[in-house]
């Protein structure tokens, strides 16, 4: 566009001053006869019989398109002696009569004979007693006009050719020039699927700079992440240790209470082995290349809770269109899913329905699943649907849990690229869309 701009200004430009060009040099031929008329009027030899065409024989062919008159403008009516070639017509005046003085000469266009449009020098010359006079020369414009446009049109093919010229230069360029960009990028995306560690190679000495200062961020979030991670471990083996000591006295124990307390420092134990593994996965990246069947997941998961909620004789219904594979560690696709199913269960009335298929917004370079949970319990009011999803936030405390579920599951989607929705469902109560990607 710039490009253009500039061609297309700089076009006028060019045209304009040609324009000015062309017309000074046809003028200086029609002042040459100008002033061979003037110095005739002076010696008064105009006044012959047959003025003569004063050395351009189109003078004399009729409306040729070259004309001259001489007009005595001291008298009333004025008196014009014109060239043959006006054949009884006679030239527009350009100025003013009676204002001007005795050297004052015009330049410009005006329409002539057969509406012609003819350039014109004119003069206004005083004789003193012997009279004052208007001295006119036309020529008709179409040399002038024949000329411009060869010159633009000219002007105008070579500036396309230097446009397309420019413009394929600087698509060379562009190709060419910004290779190691898009070498960058491929690096990139390769260390954020876990291929690579960091920019490597050689990379012209204007973007060297840019490799070395990605690759000292990568380095500094490698180091966050680590310094993260350990502290994770570090709180982690810190509770264990009090937890060892509970679990031994419960042991020691007999009873309802040493039983309840040797089974939550168990399920203890197993929550802080699973985060500290999420937490190591997280920190290195390792779950880019993870995938999990979504299937067997879905259904040893619906069978479970169903068994777990046998006392009210759910109906569970589950769809799956077709194999896939969610790119997702098994152990965090079974939370998700078991917490969506779990809830789903605790506040259906009598049926559960599970729908996993292709996510209508997938494409080919970035494919997703969605699996959505309906249920037909009472669903969620609009002012509940962004409260529930805040963490420990419980709706009713009548129904058993902790509160995370659903802030659970939206953190480990997030975490893999994924999202959780929450909709009415067509039967009636509370429908929960799960997407993650795919393999």
Known sequence: MWTTAILVIGGLTLSSYYVRSVENGFDQRLHVH??????????????????????????EIPLSGWYWQITRIDRDPPEATTSKSLFEEQLPRLGASGADGQASVREGYAAGPEGRRLRIVERIIDLGQDGRYLISIGAASNEIDKDVANFNFALLVCFVLLGLGLVITTGFQVKFGLKPLARIRAQLVEIRNGDRARLDGAF??????????????????????????????????GLKTPLSVIANEANAGDGAFAEKVREQAVLMRRQID??????????GIAFAGESAEVKPVVEGLARAIEKIHRDRAIEVEISIAEPLRMRCERQDLEEMVGNLVDNAFKWANAKVAITVEASPEA?????????TVDD????????????VMARGRRLDETKPGSGLGLAIVNELAAMYGGSVEL?????????CELTLPTV
């Open 204 to 237: 012209p000495r204007e973007i060297a700079p840019l490799a070395g200062e990605l690759n000292a961020l990568i380095d500094s979030n490698r180091q966050i992440v680590e310094r993260a991670r350990t502290h994770v471990g570090n709180l982690a083996h």
């Open 376 to 387: 037909d319990g009472p669903g969620l009011t609009d002012a509940q649907f962004s409260e």
């Open 423 to 431: 909709r009415r469902s067509a039967m009636g109560g509370l429908r």
């Open 363 to 371: 494409t080919k370079a970035q494919p997703s699943a969605r699996l």
């Open 34 to 59: 100008l002033k061979t008329i003037v110095a005739r009027v002076a010696d008064g030899t105009f006044q012959s019989a047959d003025p003569g065409s004063f050395g351009e024989p189109r003078f």
């Open 274 to 283: 699973h985060h500290l593994e999420r937490a190591r996965l997280s920190a």
